[in-house]
């Protein structure tokens, strides 16, 4: 099997749109295990990667990275799991194993977090990847794969973020952005039994967001409303990337209330209110295995149902166009074609 080529969608240079390519299949190191990829979802991350926004691309580079599949092959000291087996993998597919964040379990922090990615040499938008099984994750028997395949990066990330900073649940939580990540955030923030406000520029999409859990929706360009906000919430999570007149936000938190940035947006502000409301702005990123396991268990339970569209896997740069676009609602998944797909 592992002599089989490849079939990956890569963009070749710094904003290419992605095109088919054959590659060799990565060996497999004794840890590891190779997965025929079914779903994968597409994050924002993908398009800011292959436009080499944080700086670490290397091309051809292939996007991808909430990914669902069958295991097909696994390494010699591989436990827990077995080929055929339906697993996830999201944005980490290893690490160092030896620094101390590792030894600590919070892997997300890797000292060598460049080459912790699924996505080097290649990520999810191809016919199989390989990952080391640490950070794979076998999958509720009914959950749907495309359902799983978005909670790999983006549910993560905002379970890991309202765990990691909600101090109580009667605690107000406000999520700036319904996309992929924010209609995710309300849902689960919701299910936490916060009291949710939903803020989005786009007004249109004030009826799903109140579908989704938010107990308010808040425009955030109508500056009466976003003043009835001031220092109504204890959290504020940024799922968005675009940019913000920063200062209204933070007039939201209630004093020593804490801004959290889920995306990579551009920020600027004037310090005076961070100073005098002893506010705190902090990033989160992803979240480690523990947290993977514990956010599965919870979607199953309440429920966590992403909204999805899906695509056929050769339709990749139509599917970053919708994203590129906010046409995406919210998230679409990638079906890989070449395979006959069952859930
Ligand atoms: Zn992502
Ligand atoms: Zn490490």
Redesign the pocket.
């Known amino acids: 099997m592992s002599d089989k080529q490849v079939l990956g969608y890569a963009s070749l240079s710094v904003g290419e749109p992605c095109t088919s390519i054959f590659y060799d299949p990565p060996k497999l190191g004794e840890f590891d295990v190779r997965i025929s990829v079914t779903h994968c979802g597409v994050?924002h991350?993908d398009i800011q990667a292959i436009e080499n926004y944080y700086g670490i691309t290397t091309f051809p580079f292939v996007p991808g990275?909430?990914i669902v599949g069958t295991i097909e092959e696994i390494g010699s000291s591989v436990e827990g799991l077995n080929e055929g087996d339906r697993v996830g993998v999201g944005?980490q597919g290893r690490s160092c194993g030896k620094c101390k964040w590792c030894l600590r379990g919070e892997t997300q922090l890797c000292m060598e977090i460049e080459n912790t990615t699924v996505m080097v040499p290649y990520g999810g938008f191809s016919s199989s990847v390989v990952a080391d099984s640490r950070f794979v994750y076998t999958l509720p028997p009914s959950m749907p794969s495309e359902v799983a395949s978005v909670l790999m990066?983006?549910g993560l990330t905002v379970y890991s973020a309202l765990q990691t900073h909600l101090e109580s649940r009667d605690m107000k939580v406000a999520i700036l952005g319904i996309g992929g990540l924010g209609h995710i955030a309300v849902q689960i923030a919701h299910a936490l039994g916060c009291e949710v406000t939903a803020i989005s520029s786009s007004r249109e999409k004030k009826g799903q967001a109140l579908g989704f859990g938010a107990d308010h929706f808040v425009d955030n360009n109508d500056n009466n409303s976003m003043q009835e906000l001031d220092y109504s919430q204890d959290l504020l999570l940024c799922t968005a990337n675009a940019g913000f007149n920063w200062e209204s936000l933070l007039m939201v938190l209630k004093k020593r209330g804490r801004m959290v940035l889920l995306g990579f947006p551009d920020v600027a502000f004037n310090s005076t209110d961070l100073v005098a409301h002893e506010l705190s702005i902090t990033g989160s990123l992803i979240g480690n295995p523990k947290m993977m396991r514990e956010m599965l268990t919870f979607s199953q339970e309440y429920d966590i149902s992403p909204m999805i569209e899906l695509m056929s896997m050769s339709q990749v740069n139509d599917a970053i166009e919708r994203v590129k676009e906010n046409k995406a609602r919210y998230r679409i998944v990638l079906v890989n074609d070449i395979h006959n797909i069952g859930d």
């Open positions: 994050c991350t990275h909430e944005w990066c983006a």
